[in-house]
């Protein structure tokens, strides 16, 4: 009886003592991450998601008993390596338009305002601070109107742009009234005027081009009427332009039209849309309307607000003579004839034109001599290329009532439906089959990445980045009033799938991993990359693609990277070295897949000489 009375006490003080151990290891493990999380402000996220962490995994998880090729031992506890903050004065730098280094290139046709990367030595390998007082911003719907003054502190814009109602300074945020250079009295009621002619409230028109979009107000009051805008504005004498529409929520990149194609696909939007905007359109032979032509979708529409547009009542208050604005528009007009533009309606300063849905019900392109055609095989090939005086052809059709390249369904109907690029087999090796396969493992991914970090669905990440974005898996899976995604499509990716994106309503944009993107630091929420490290392996650094994804991403913005084991092995040393909280988990199919995915929280820090002073 002793025995057996001895035997049962071990048992019982074995349990005790191991959920004693499990406790104290799940206790001290809460304490580091609270002591390493910057400066204990806005660092709630990433607590609470360290919180749900079974300790016993975290932060290195051993693969050893599960892969067949096991990850070593030095690569998962070795030190990381330590990135310091840059000096303060590259808050905000964007290292493909720096001003210096543009100042170096010719400013005919704008070539000085378009991407010009540093080289590699000249590369900065250290954390781009956030400026003194930053704090998350607002949210949508919120943030479309109000900013918080300290995330950008620049005022030019309030006094160059006061009478136009771009935005006001009051006390420490910048209020947007929705105004504009055109449109005074506010987005809304210029919107209610195109809606007048273009079909935008039935779902036929999703996709909008907003080219010189200053503040994005146009692009951010289309958002509640389901229209998804990218607007572009180059880095200029206005400070803080693309900053300020990112910093509201509202999808922009810096940009502009000068002497090389833009970065998206032919056919891709439904209305592009120029609100005095300052391109000059009837310039070097027609070249910029004929690049929106390139990128406005067959049935697509046209939007030109201000100078010349009803020259005839409004010279004397735009201070140009009769016989200039009159030359200008007629240059526009015949550009239009050209492109086989129609002329739908003229309202007051605003003009608007539809782009034909095929060249049979374009008299013009009868006669191919009076209109030079493209002779590029890939309309979609546009990464630096040059632009040049022709029109890209349309796909051919056999009846004129049938839509070039395919009829697309109306917003949200078209976001699941096959594209048409894929169901016309333009897209080599993928089916209808293996789209509608790719449909649901991205909504699979996303449930099992909601069950990670909570916050995935709830709006808290307004502005979405996918790095790698395949078909837009990942953004049709979460596609919400709450948030959009920029789907950036490599230009190294074996297919190109940016037009698929565009047919499901959803917008991106293509872009090269081994440079920097063209926005400015922190605009984003939340980034996403499925498989890029495999992608780039050997084309460029690890190191420098971090870090370019830690300079668009805000404090306290959260990263999920799926990819092979030993690559995010690698990717979660350098991670910690940037003050990133992370977790390394299986594939939701279990351990035996090489396939991990790795979550990371940038934690909340600030420049200045304390901060600089506490990270080094």
Sequence with gaps: MAVKASSADNRTRSTVSLCIVIGMCCFFYILGAWQKSGFGKGDSIALEITKRTDCTILPNLSFDTHLAKQARPRDLVSPAKKFKPCPDRYTDYTPCQDQNRAMKFPRENMNYRERHCPPQKEKLHCLIPPPKGYVAPFPWPKSR?????????????????????????????????????????????????????????????????????????????????????????????????????????????????????????????????????????????????????????????????????????????????????????????????????????????????????????????????????????????????????????????????????????????RLNAVPPRIANGLIPGVSSQAYQKDIKMWKKHVKAYSSVNKYLLTGRYRNIMDMNAGFGGFAAAIESPKSWVMNAVPTISKMSTLGAIYERGLIGIYHDWCEAFSTYPRTYDLIHASGLFTLYKNKCNMEDILLEMDRVLRPEGAVIMRDDVDILTKVNRLALGMKWNTRLVDHEDGPMVREKVLYAVKQYWVGGNQTAAAAA
């Design 145 to 413: 109107d109000y900013v918080p003054f300290a995330n950008c502190p620049y005022k030019s814009l309030t006094v160059e742009k006061a009478i136009q109602n771009w935005v006001q300074f009051e006390g420490n945020v910048f209020r947007f009234p929705g105004g504009g250079t055109q449109f005074p009295q506010g987005a809304d009621k210029y919107i209610d005027q195109l809606a007048s002619v273009v079909p935008i409230a039935n779902g036929t028109v999703r996709t909008a081009l907003d080219t010189g979009c200053g503040v994005a107000s146009w692009g951010a009051y289309l958002l509640k009427r389901n229209v998804l805008a990218m607007s572009f504005a180059p880095r200029d004498s206005h400070e803080a332009q693309v900053q300020f529409a990112l910093e509201r929520g509202v999808p922009a990149v810096i940009g502009v039209l000068g002497t090389i194609k833009l970065p998206y696909p032919s056919r891709a939007f439904d209305m592009a849309h120029c609100s005095r905007c300052l391109i000059p359109w009837g310039a070097n032979g027609g070249i910029y309307m004929m690049e929106v032509d390139r990128v406005l979708r067959p049935g697509g529409y046209w939007v030109l607000s201000g100078p010349p547009i009803n020259w005839k009542v409004n010279y004397k208050g735009w201070q140009r003579t009769k016989k200039d604005l009159e030359a200008e528009q007629n240059k526009i007009e015949e550009i239009a004839d050209l492109l086989c533009w129609e002329k739908v309606k003229e309202i007051g300063e605003m003009a608007i034109w539809r782009k034909r849905l095929n060249t049979e019900s374009c008299p013009s392109r009868q006669d191919e001599s009076s209109v030079q055609m493209c002779d590029s095989t890939n309309a979609d090939d546009v990464w630096y290329k040059k632009m040049k005086p022709c029109v890209t052809p349309i796909p051919d059709v056999n009846d004129p009532s049938e839509v070039a390249g395919g009829a697309i369904k109306p917003f949200p109907s």
